[in-house]
């Protein structure tokens, strides 16, 4: 199946651009596929980020308030 793209120009520092140009040559693949690659990896990280907090929000509706500090969360799982 063929994917339409659309092209986005960024400027980058001159430094990043020379590694990124390394690395697409090491690998044996175009600039833009390691772009897009980094691009679809931050756009994930960015939807399970929001993902984790609707969840967070969900949970501390649902609890009452009821919340634990980080050393008490520490102590109960017993990394303390």
Request: proline share 2%; net charge positive.
């Amino acid at each position: 199946e063929v994917i339409p793209m659309q092209t986005v120009t960024f400027k980058a520092p001159a430094a990043l651009i020379k590694k990124l140009e390394k690395y697409a040559r090491s690998e044996d693949r175009s600039k833009s596929h390691l772009v897009r690659k980094a691009v679809e990896a931050f756009v994930r990280e960015m939807e399970e980020d929001a993902a984790d907090y609707k969840l967070a929000m969900k949970r501390l509706q649902e609890s009452d308030g009821v919340t634990h500090s980080w050393e008490e969360v520490k102590t109960m799982c017993g990394l303390k």
